[in-house]
């Protein structure tokens, strides 16, 4: 296997194992997971098969947009690709109702003729449905057909998420895919997270959520729960709109990834440890630090054999 293969396969590998260990607490608050399981260390409950949800079908379905269309493929395209492929209230994304759920909403719009980016922008469903999470936990194969080119991989990423976002919701996304396409090429967690920031706006609020953490980590590089403290305290669910908004989640990511260290195992279990939206968190991490530390850098048996 090539090396770039190889990082492909793990970063894909790394999204579904952090997909899995965070999917039994999705939506649990950092209490809740502390007071429950203590310190985790591998799986909650045992595995014997991936079992799919809207983290991986997702980011398969909407890349098609490569193969049906052209590879470089229009955010109208990607839209298209959407309507083409979406089982009607079933999967792909949460059918929470439209100007409930961003992509539920992004899909009506679609359906009813209005195209991408259109159908995802702030202008047409308003700022808090276009900054929600799914802007980012679509987005991973983006960055993984893009080794060593976070430029690219980022103008992709803002294409395919401008279908359902917006705002900070396609600046995570941008961040998500550039990060991954930078992992190919670095063994540096830290290098990845500063080189993936130089392709969003530096004054955009996703971005200063992610400096906010690497600060406080500067400061603090030891305890990673006194750092949630931070988060909850400055960039908490109480100061964002909406079911799942993406700021809180990116400031978790940055988080998991300063703290564990490139250690993948590590990273997973941090961002599952902070709640919140537990299972895209650890999806993310999963994908940008599989990436980075290759297959030979994921324990098999922990988090490889038990989803067999």
Same mark, same amino acid.
């Given at each position: 296997?090539?090396?770039?293969?190889?990082?492909?396969?793990?970063?894909?590998?790394?999204?579904?194992?952090?997909?899995?260990?965070?999917?039994?607490?999705?939506?649990?608050?950092?209490?809740?997971?502390?007071?429950?399981?203590?310190?985790?260390?591998?799986?909650?409950?045992?595995?014997?098969?991936?079992?799919?949800?809207?983290?991986?079908?997702?980011?398969?379905?909407?890349?098609?947009?490569?193969?049906?269309?052209?590879?470089?493929?229009?955010?109208?395209?990607?839209?298209?690709?959407?309507?083409?492929?979406?089982?009607?209230?079933?999967?792909?994304?949460?059918?929470?109702?439209?100007?409930?759920?961003?992509?539920?909403?992004?899909?009506?719009?679609?359906?009813?003729?209005?195209?991408? #980016?259109?159908?995802?922008?702030?202008?047409? !469903?308003?700022?808090?449905?276009?900054?929600?999470?799914?802007?980012?936990?679509?987005?991973?194969?983006?960055?993984?057909?893009? #080794?060593?080119? #976070?430029?690219?991989?980022?103008?992709? /990423?803002?294409? /395919?998420?401008?279908?359902?976002?917006?705002? !900070?919701?396609?600046?995570? /996304?941008?961040?998500?895919?550039?990060?991954?396409?930078?992992?190919?090429?670095?063994?540096?967690?830290?290098?990845?997270?500063?080189?993936?920031?130089?392709?969003?706006?530096?004054?955009?609020?996703?971005?200063?959520?992610?400096?906010?953490?690497?600060?406080?980590?500067?400061?603090?590089?030891?305890?990673?729960?006194?750092?949630?403290?931070?988060?909850?305290?400055?960039?908490?669910?109480?100061?964002?709109?909406?079911?799942?908004?993406?700021?809180?989640?990116?400031?978790?990511?940055?988080?998991?990834?300063?703290?564990?260290?490139?250690?993948?195992?590590?990273?997973?279990?941090?961002?599952?440890?902070?709640?919140?939206?537990?299972?895209? !968190?650890?999806?993310?991490?999963?994908?940008?630090?599989?990436?980075?530390?290759?297959?030979?850098?994921?324990?098999?048996?922990?988090?490889? /054999? #038990?989803? !067999?």
């Amino acid at each position: 296997m090539s090396e770039r293969l190889n990082r492909c396969y793990a970063g894909w590998l790394g999204k579904l194992a952090g997909i899995r260990m965070g999917a039994p607490v999705e939506g649990w608050e950092y209490a809740k997971i502390k007071e429950t399981y203590g310190e985790l260390n591998g799986y909650i409950g045992d595995l014997s098969h991936f079992r799919a949800d809207d983290d991986s079908n997702g980011p398969l379905i909407f890349i098609r947009a490569m193969n049906d269309f052209s590879i470089d493929p229009t955010s109208e395209e990607i839209g298209k690709t959407w309507l083409n492929y979406t089982s009607w209230q079933h999967g792909m994304f949460w059918w929470g109702g439209y100007g409930v759920s961003t992509e539920h909403t992004a899909y009506m719009n679609l359906a009813a003729g209005i195209p991408a #980016p259109r159908s995802g922008s702030i202008a047409q !469903n308003g700022k808090t449905v276009a900054e929600q999470i799914g802007g980012q936990i679509f987005i991973d194969p983006w960055g993984l057909v893009c #080794p060593g080119r #976070p430029g690219r991989a980022a103008e992709l /990423a803002r294409r /395919a998420a401008g279908v359902s976002h917006d705002g !900070n919701g396609i600046y995570g /996304a941008m961040f998500v895919a550039a990060a991954i396409a930078v992992a190919y090429d670095e063994k540096d967690i830290k290098t990845v997270i500063r080189e993936a920031l130089k392709e969003i706006p530096e004054d955009c609020e996703y971005a200063r959520a992610v400096r906010a953490v690497a600060i406080f980590h500067e400061e603090c590089p030891e305890d990673w729960r006194e750092c949630f403290q931070y988060v909850h305290d400055n960039w908490g669910y109480d100061r964002y709109p909406g079911n799942c908004h993406i700021i809180p989640n990116a400031a978790v990511m940055a988080l998991a990834m300063y703290y564990g260290q490139g250690d993948f195992s590590r990273t997973i279990e941090i961002a599952t440890m902070c709640g919140w939206d537990t299972d895209c !968190n650890a999806g993310n991490v999963g994908c940008i630090v599989g990436t980075m530390v290759g297959l030979e850098g994921i324990d098999r048996e922990k988090w490889l /054999a #038990p989803m !067999n």
